[in-house]
């Protein structure tokens, strides 16, 4: 019986020593786990953002082509679609035409004249034959004070009828002026209805579809270039003079297995007034301190996303 017993309190005491081993090999885990994420030391946190760029109509009609989908990339200066224009077309052509009308009733201003200028011609041959038997006493000398009279009147009937057409056709021209902006303003809203986009990126939200009504001003769809993307982090006041634009420093992000993706940044901008700290940070004691943000740029290689956490270190 007492053997029993012996065997029975050593069955005990291993299995108790065996709990012991498997707690101590897990607490040692543990603290192994938190030394290797120690070993990581941040200066400062924030998130992605990108310079988004919304794109909105700048003419109003049907969207009679949209060719945009979330996630495309566009190249700056692809058309991708275009607004409704018929009636606009049709408003410069009909100006197109009233410039023809009125420029049709601009006077020929060498043809008018050609009739006095010929006569002008006649009389100054007759003049010179004049003088000339004037000279041999052929002629009398009030026969060539007519003659010379008459030429100068038709000298006079010339350039008055040549202001009197020229007035005429300086008074049609400013009439055509007026219409000629008219047909410029008309090109310059054609080419509004053409959808071009003009910035290189990722199309990151549409706000249209095809078919529908587009005014100006209406949001079209949302780009950014996500080649490069954008950390904000946070500094303290005290950390404010550890920075400078163009500092190089190193970006950590989760890469998804526990550990950091580290990469290279460069300080872009870096905010001159203080502000409180962004309601993301959890604690409301951190929350009510002071802060300066700064955005650091990082190359993207397609795994950094708007939204998504980052840390900052100096060195």
């Known amino acids: 019986m007492n053997?029993?017993?012996?065997?029975?309190?050593?069955?005990?005491?291993?299995?108790?020593?065996?709990?012991?081993?498997?707690?101590?090999t897990l607490a040692l885990a543990i603290v192994l786990s938190a030394c290797n994420r120690n070993h990581y030391t941040f200066?400062?946190?924030?998130?992605?953002?990108?310079?988004?760029?919304?794109?909105?109509?700048?003419?109003q009609g049907i969207l009679k082509l949209f060719d945009v989908q979330e996630g495309q990339i566009l190249q700056a200066g692809r058309q991708i679609?275009?607004?409704d224009s018929i009636q606009l077309h049709l408003r410069k052509k009909q100006l197109e035409a009233q410039i023809v009308a009125i420029a049709g009733k601009k006077p020929d201003i060498p043809v008018q004249l050609s009739a006095l200028q010929e006569q002008?011609?006649?009389a100054e041959r007759e003049k010179t034959r004049i003088a000339?038997?004037?000279?041999?006493?052929?002629?009398?000398?009030?026969?060539?004070?007519?003659?010379t009279a008459q030429v100068e009147v038709l000298k006079k009937q010339i350039e008055a009828?040549?202001?009197?057409?020229?007035?005429?056709?300086?008074?049609?021209?400013?009439?055509?002026?007026?219409?000629?902006?008219?047909i410029e303003q008309l090109a310059d809203q054609l080419d509004k209805c053409r959808i071009v986009n003009p910035v290189s990126g990722t199309v990151l939200t549409k706000y249209a579809e095809a078919n529908e009504m587009a005014s100006i001003g209406k949001p079209l769809y949302k780009i950014a270039d996500l080649s490069n993307?954008?950390?904000?982090?946070?500094?303290?006041?005290?950390?404010?003079?550890?920075?400078?634009?163009?500092?190089?420093?190193?970006?950590?992000?989760?890469?998804?297995?526990?550990?950091?993706?580290?990469?290279?940044?460069?300080?872009t901008w870096i905010s001159d007034k203080?502000?409180?700290?962004?309601?993301?940070?959890?604690?409301?004691?951190?929350?009510?301190?002071?802060?300066?943000?700064?955005?650091?740029?990082?190359?993207?290689?397609?795994s950094y996303k708007i939204g998504m956490y980052g840390e900052i270190s100096f060195n």
Do not use: H
């Open 274 to 302: 203080a502000e409180f700290t962004p309601k993301t940070i959890q604690t409301k004691d951190e929350r009510a301190n002071k802060v300066y943000a700064v955005k650091v740029r990082v190359k993207n290689d397609g």
């Open 81 to 83: 679609g275009y607004i």
């Open 43 to 59: 200066d400062a946190s924030g998130s992605f953002e990108a310079e988004e760029t919304i794109i909105s109509a700048e003419a």
């Open 229 to 267: 993307i954008i950390l904000r982090a946070y500094i303290t006041g005290k950390q404010l003079p550890q920075v400078r634009l163009n500092q190089k420093v190193r970006v950590w992000t989760d890469d998804g297995n526990g550990g950091y993706k580290e990469t290279e940044g460069t300080i």
């Open 161 to 182: 009828q040549k202001s009197s057409l020229g007035i005429s056709s300086e008074s049609i021209n400013n009439e055509i002026v007026p219409l000629q902006i008219q």
């Open 120 to 122: 002008l011609r006649t």
């Open 3 to 24: 053997t029993d017993k012996k065997l029975i309190r050593r069955k005990e005491n291993c299995q108790l020593s065996n709990v012991n081993y498997q707690f101590m």
């Open 132 to 147: 000339k038997l004037v000279e041999g006493d052929g002629a009398t000398p009030k026969q060539l004070d007519d003659i």
